[in-house]
């Protein structure tokens, strides 16, 4: 018959056998688990040093005048202090940093920015900072935390390091020279097997698998209770970063040196009543009134004068000569010139050998006198047609500016063959510019009471209506525009974004076109300034105003502070 109790003390004896090999792993996995929350980049809340790699320590503070922000490097305190309505840097304030008990000045640097010097700083946990301003647009108080490194912990004796201790302190030196848990406990699973192997017999595979499945379960319990820790909030991370970086929720931050460098400003949103505006396609045209054309009536061979051919951008007065075309004349009225002069040519010879026996005569007083003044007056009358003859087959065209002006267009060169009425120089002045633009019925042509143009550089351009034509071109209604006080870029035929106001209002936000920005789904973004370091991208609805500004109709709230300049920019951000 089994007995159940046959052998108990053989297995009894083999369990307490393998006893001491348990407790050890049971040990090991101890002092790998004490040593666990020790571990790099743990968040041991705000006494915890900076993790290895991290940003530089900084405190952050804001009012309703200002915002600052101080970097620690090197025992210096950086500090970074600019106006919270448009994030401009003051320059010429007066600060006095007080670090716990201690009051300290800071001291003014030329790129814009003031150092603090003290003791304070070596220190360790954190440091409660009050910033006293004192500036030109006014005086505040400003209170901070500045997270200093925390203290290191006191060197173990050796007597407490002698031991398990040892052994704790070892597997802590190898944890962190992993830098992984994962690493630290499959260790400690092949450290347990192996003891469990070294001690088992033929009788002993129980001792051996209760070793080895103690050290397995311990193991994954370590490596699930660190997996996916929480190191505290990823903004955390990046409030100790110097460069701009992505944060998770979508948000950018950007350290205040880079905000210097990149000339990063606000403004603070208040809805505004403002006409509508409506865009248009358009073009420069040249003012009818300031502008002219230079052609040939009847064409030729093209010569320069004395001064040469004008180039393009010289600036003319009227009545300067451009250039002369000889006329070419075909062979048959060259052969019935000829033919003329010849004809001229006998006839003069007829009248002065006639004048000559007629004064013969006359000094006889054979003739009367008035005979001779007749063939005289004939003779000169005969040499007159002679010249003019001439002139007819030599004489150039002179091609003369109409205005005074510049030289906008030049197509001619010393040489070449023209055609009647081809345009050869084309002359404008450099105020004299207009406005041309199509309108498919988006507003009533007669309603404008204001517009603005934009060109490809982005230039803005102030426009004052000037008519609008009583007959359609292409299906649209052409306006014309008079560009007021035009740039030096412009140039006759620029393409133009017209900007024409219909006089319904709008009721929004009216922000400069720079502000709003495209998003990856492109989608209109503006980006908010949240915080001293912090923006946050806000998807908006936005309608046309003029060439330089739209209206924000949906997205914002009044009192927000909106990136005016540098939006583009903090969007590339990564």
Request: hydrophobic content about 40%; glycine content about 10%; aromatic content about 4%.
């Amino acid at each position: 018959m089994f007995n159940p109790y046959h052998g108990a003390p053989r297995r009894l004896a083999v369990v307490l056998a393998g006893l001491p090999a348990l407790v050890l792993s049971c040990l090991l996995l101890a002092a790998t688990s004490t040593g666990a929350p020790a571990h790099e980049g743990h968040d041991h809340g705000n006494d915890a040093p900076l993790a290895a790699g991290a940003g530089s320590p900084r405190v952050a503070t804001h009012s309703d005048q200002y915002e600052l922000v101080g970097i620690l490097k090197q025992g210096r305190l950086t500090l970074y202090l600019d106006r919270s309505a448009d994030n401009a840097p003051v320059t010429d304030a007066r600060i006095t940093a007080t670090l716990g008990d201690a009051e300290v000045a800071a001291e003014a640097t030329p790129d814009g920015t003031y150092t603090v010097s003290s003791p304070k700083l070596a220190g360790h946990g954190p440091l409660e900072v009050v910033f006293n301003v004192q500036a030109p647009g006014g005086e505040d108080l400003l209170i901070g935390t500045l997270p200093l490194p925390a203290k290191p912990s006191a060197v173990a004796s050796t007597a407490s390091t002698s031991g398990i201790e040892g052994i704790r302190q070892s597997l802590r030196s190898l944890g962190a020279g992993t830098g992984s848990p994962y690493s630290l406990a499959g260790g400690t699973l092949v450290l347990g097997l192996l003891l469990g192997l070294a001690l088992r017999s033929r009788s002993r595979w129980v001792p051996a698998t209760a070793v080895g499945l103690t050290a397995l379960l311990v193991s994954a319990g370590y490596a699930l209770a660190h997996e996916g820790h929480d190191h505290g909030p990823g903004t955390a991370a990046a409030a100790t970063s110097d460069a701009p970086q992505r944060l998770p929720d979508g948000n950018v931050f950007l350290p205040k040196p880079s905000q210097r460098l990149m000339e990063v400003r606000t403004a603070v949103t208040r809805p505004e009543t403002a006409q509508r505006g409506v865009q248009l396609i358009g073009r420069v045209i040249a003012d009818p009134n300031r502008s002219g054309l230079v052609q040939s009536i009847n064409g030729g061979r093209v010569s320069a004068p004395e001064r040469g051919l004008p180039r393009i951008g010289q600036s003319v007065r009227k009545g300067d000569i451009l250039a002369t075309v000889e006329p070419a004349l075909p062979l048959a009225d060259q052969t019935t010139i000829a033919e003329r002069a010849g004809e001229i040519e006998q006839l003069i010879t007829v009248a002065e050998g006639k004048l000559e026996r007629l004064r013969r005569l006359a000094a006889d007083n054979i003739t009367p006198r008035s005979q001779v003044v007749d063939a005289e007056a004939e003779l000169v009358g005969l040499r007159r047609r002679r010249e003019i003859v001439r002139q007819s087959r030599v004489e150039p065209e002179v091609l003369r500016a109409p205005i005074d002006g510049v030289i906008a267009n030049a197509r001619v060169v010393a040489g070449q063959v023209v055609q009647s009425q081809d345009v050869l120089f084309q002359i404008v002045h450099p105020e004299g510019f207009w406005a041309e633009a199509l309108v498919y019925g988006e507003v009533d042509p007669t309603k404008i009471a204001d517009a603005t143009a934009l060109s490809g550089d982005g230039t803005s351009m102030r426009l004052r209506f000037q008519g609008s034509s009583r007959a359609l071109q292409q299906h649209a209604t052409v306006v014309h525009f008079a560009i007021l006080d035009p740039p030096a870029s412009v140039s006759v035929g620029q393409p133009l974004t017209v900007v024409a106001r219909n006089g319904s209002e709008v009721t929004g936000f009216i922000l400069p076109r720079d502000a709003v920005v495209r998003a990856a789904n492109g989608d209109a973004l503006v980006w908010l300034h949240t915080a001293p370091e912090r923006f946050e991208g806000r998807p908006v609805r936005t309608e046309a105003f003029d060439a330089a500004r739209v209206v924000v109709r949906d997205g914002l709230k009044a009192g927000e502070r909106v990136v005016v300049r540098g939006a583009e920019l903090i969007n590339q951000v990564r």
